[in-house]
């Protein structure tokens, strides 16, 4: 869900907003995910729903401008200067970060306690994974001796489904020109390991309009 109407107060003077921040609403249901409204992390989420978005980098604009909206928000009683201008590169990383870890920490939730270790991704030990700085779960490929960068060397691991593997997937196929599968997969691999990645190239691509 997107607020594009916010509270009566924020069209009138400054002098009339509220001393202290207010938590925004949060609406429940299975499709609704809460955007956390700082850089990564917060204690004050506001709501946007995944399944509501054709693209990823419209998802991840969005999110980007909302985290931005938040911060700014939360800057003004402070008197402290408002971000302002075009989206920068870092706010657009952190954008993606933050749906990485929601949507990992959802199908892993022991990612979420450290001290239970690794989940069992594949249901076998068929490939090392770890989890790196960022708290993000990565797979080690066969690719480690290779000059290939970090990400494809270590792809982020993604579960299968889900409304963000499918705007990954949709986004890989658009960068490589509506290829085949294995195409679409390779693009994929550049940064993300997809649980039963081929098959659900395929599925995406079977749902193409």
């Not at 054709?54 to 402070?78: D, E, G, Y």
């Not at 270590?154 to 020109?177: D, R």
Request: proline share 7%; glycine share 6%.
């Amino acid at each position: 869900m997107v607020w594009w109407k916010g509270p009566v107060w924020l069209s009138q003077g400054k002098e009339q907003w509220p001393a202290e921040p207010l938590e925004p609403p949060i609406a429940d249901g299975p499709d609704c995910t809460p955007l956390e409204s700082s850089m990564v992390s917060s204690d004050e989420p506001a709501v946007l729903d995944l399944s509501k978005f054709s693209s990823l980098n419209r998802l991840l604009r969005t999110t980007a401008w909302t985290k931005r909206a938040c911060r700014n928000f939360r800057r003004a009683p402070h008197g402290e200067e408002h971000l302002v201008g075009d989206l920068t590169l870092e706010e657009l990383s952190n954008a993606r970060l933050y749906w990485e870890k929601v949507v990992q920490h959802s199908a892993y939730p022991e990612l979420r306690a450290s001290k239970q270790g690794l989940p069992q991704v594949f249901g076998a030990n068929q490939m090392s994974v770890f989890i790196d700085k960022e708290g993000l779960l990565r797979c080690k490929s066969r690719l480690q001796n290779s000059e290939l960068p970090y990400d494809a060397q270590n792809p982020i691991v993604l579960p299968k489904g889900g409304s963000f593997t499918a705007l990954v997937i949709a986004q890989a196929h658009e960068n490589c020109l509506h290829a085949g599968t294995e195409q679409t997969l390779m693009e994929v691999r550049k940064r993300y390991w997809v649980i039963h990645g081929r098959n659900q190239v395929k599925k995406g691509h079977s749902e193409l309009p």
